[in-house]
C-alpha cells in the first residue's frame, strides 16, 4: 500500500509545474509588465550616448546650398571653376585657414564675416588658383591668450576644376624645391582636377621618374613627395597630367639637395678695419652659413646708438654650391659708419637668429 502512494506523490510533484501554465488574472503578476518597459529603455539611452559622441566628432563646417539648405562638408568638394561658394563654421568666435594666394593679392572676391552663431566665408568667381584646403575652428580665449578648440574644427578641400588649368596656377614660371636628408621634399605640383593622371619627369636626361608609392608618392593634395631625398633627386624636374583631353605640363622645379647642420646660425664677424681716423668710413659684416630654406634676423648693437648715431643697415643673402650637389644660404647683414667719430669706437655687436636658436659675436673698432 505504500507504493501506490509514493507513485501518488512523485507525479503530484512531476506535474506541479504544468499548473503554473495557467492564465494569469488582469493583474496578478505585476514584475513581468515593468520588466518590459525597462528593455526598451537600455538601448534607447546608448543610442542617446552615440548620438552625443558624433556630435562632438562632427564638424562645425557647412556648404550653404540653394533655397538656404545646409550640407555637410566631405573631405573634398568638386566644384567648377567660376562657381561662388559659401561656407559657414559655428561659433561665436571663429578662425579661418584658405589658400594663402587668396591672401597675398588681397583678394575682394573673398569675404569672411563674423556673426553672433557662425562665421560666414563666401568666395566669389572661383578660379583654378582658389584649390586647395579650407578650414575653421574655434577659439577659446581668457583675456589675451586665445587657443585652438581642438573638439570644434572643420576642413575641406575644395577642387576648382578648369579644363583649361589642370595644374593649380603659381605666380612664378620656376620653383625651388630644398631636398632635405632628415626630411620629405614636396613638389607641388597639384592639380585641379582630382581624377587626371599626373607623372613626373626629370628635364635632363629626358625621362619619366617613377612612383613606387614608398620612395616616392603622389599625393593630389600636395604633389609629388619624396620621402627619403638624397643628392641623386637633385636636378630640374616638371609634371605632366592629362584629363580628357591634350596633355598639359606643370612649371619647372629646380631640387637642390642641402646638407647643413641644424642648431643655431653659424655666424663670423669681420669690420673692414679695426683702427679707424676721424672721417673714415667703416663697414661692419655679419655673416651666416645656413640652410638655403632659413631665415635669419640681424640684430645690432653698436656704441653711438644710446646717442642715436645714424648708421646704415643692409641686410641680403644668395645661394652658393658647395659642390657634391650641396647648396647653402649665405646671409649678410651690413652696418655702415661715415665719417667715423669718437663716439663710435668701441664694441660692434651681432646678434643673428634663426628658429634653432640665437648667436652673439662682436668686434671692436678703436679710434687711431
Same mark, same amino acid.
Request: charged share 25%.
Given at each position: 500500500n505504500q507504493l501506490p502512494c509514493l507513485l501518488f506523490f512523485i507525479l503530484l510533484v512531476i506535474g506541479q509545474p504544468a499548473k503554473s501554465k495557467r492564465p494569469k488574472e488582469p493583474g !496578478?503578476?505585476?514584475i513581468k509588465p515593468v520588466n518590459k518597459k525597462l528593455k526598451p529603455k537600455t538601448p534607447k539611452m546608448k543610442e542617446r550616448e552615440s548620438a552625443d559622441s558624433s556630435l562632438k566628432s562632427q564638424s562645425i563646417l557647412t556648404q550653404v546650398m540653394d533655397k538656404g539648405r545646409f550640407q555637410k562638408l566631405a573631405a573634398t568638394?568638386?566644384?567648377?571653376?567660376? @562657381?561662388s561658394i559659401e561656407l559657414r563654421c559655428k561659433g561665436s568666435n571663429v578662425t579661418?585657414?584658405?589658400?594663402?594666394?587668396?591672401?597675398?593679392?588681397?583678394? *575682394?572676391? +573673398?569675404?569672411?564675416?563674423q556673426l553672433d552663431k557662425y562665421s @560666414? $566665408?563666401? +568666395? *566669389?568667381?572661383?578660379?583654378?588658383?582658389?584649390?586647395? !584646403?579650407?578650414?575653421?575652428?574655434? @577659439?577659446?580665449?581668457?583675456?589675451?591668450?586665445?587657443?585652438?578648440?581642438e573638439t570644434k574644427t572643420g576642413s575641406t578641400y575644395i577642387f576648382f576644376t578648369d579644363k583649361e588649368e589642370l595644374f593649380v596656377p603659381t605666380p612664378s614660371y620656376f620653383e625651388i624645391v630644398y631636398l632635405n636628408p632628415d626630411r620629405p621634399a614636396v613638389i607641388p605640383c597639384r592639380v585641379t582636377t582630382p581624377s587626371a593622371k599626373v607623372t613626373l619627369h626629370r628635364e635632363f636626361p629626358a625621362e619619366e621618374i617613377e612612383t613606387d608609392g614608398t620612395d616616392i608618392i603622389y599625393d593630389v593634395k600636395k604633389g609629388f613627395v619624396y620621402q627619403h631625398p638624397t643628392s641623386d633627386h637633385k636636378g630640374i624636374v616638371y609634371c605632366k597630367a592629362e584629363s580628357q583631353g591634350a596633355p598639359q605640363i606643370s612649371?619647372?622645379?629646380?631640387?637642390?639637395?642641402? !646638407?647643413?647642420?641644424?642648431?643655431?646660425?653659424?655666424?663670423?664677424?669681420?669690420?673692414?678695419?679695426?683702427?679707424?681716423e676721424v672721417s673714415d668710413s667703416i663697414h661692419v659684416i655679419c655673416t651666416v652659413l645656413g640652410e638655403p630654406d632659413v631665415d635669419v634676423n640681424f640684430r645690432w648693437q653698436y656704441p653711438g646708438q644710446?646717442? !642715436?648715431?645714424?648708421?646704415?643697415?643692409?641686410?641680403?643673402?644668395? $645661394?652658393?654650391?658647395?659642390?657634391?650637389?650641396?647648396?647653402?644660404?649665405?646671409?649678410? *647683414?651690413?652696418? $655702415?659708419?661715415?665719417?667715423f667719430e669718437a663716439r663710435d669706437a668701441g664694441n660692434y655687436i651681432c646678434r643673428a637668429q634663426n628658429l634653432q636658436g640665437e648667436t652673439t659675436v662682436a668686434t671692436k673698432v678703436e679710434l687711431n
Open positions: !496578478e503578476n505585476k568638394l568638386s566644384l567648377s571653376a567660376g @562657381q579661418w585657414n584658405y589658400p594663402s594666394y587668396l591672401d597675398t593679392f588681397k583678394d *575682394s572676391r +573673398l569675404s569672411i564675416k @560666414q $566665408l563666401i +568666395l *566669389s568667381n572661383s578660379t583654378a588658383a582658389d584649390t586647395g !584646403e579650407y578650414s575653421c575652428w574655434l @577659439q577659446l580665449c581668457n583675456g589675451n591668450k586665445c587657443r585652438k578648440d612649371i619647372k622645379y629646380h631640387l637642390l639637395y642641402v !646638407e647643413v647642420p641644424k642648431g643655431p646660425p653659424s655666424t663670423t664677424i669681420a669690420a673692414s678695419s679695426n683702427r679707424a644710446e646717442s !642715436e648715431r645714424p648708421v646704415i643697415i643692409q641686410n641680403f643673402w644668395r $645661394l652658393i654650391d658647395r659642390g657634391t650637389g650641396h647648396t647653402t644660404r649665405i646671409s649678410k *647683414s651690413v652696418l $655702415l659708419v661715415e665719417d
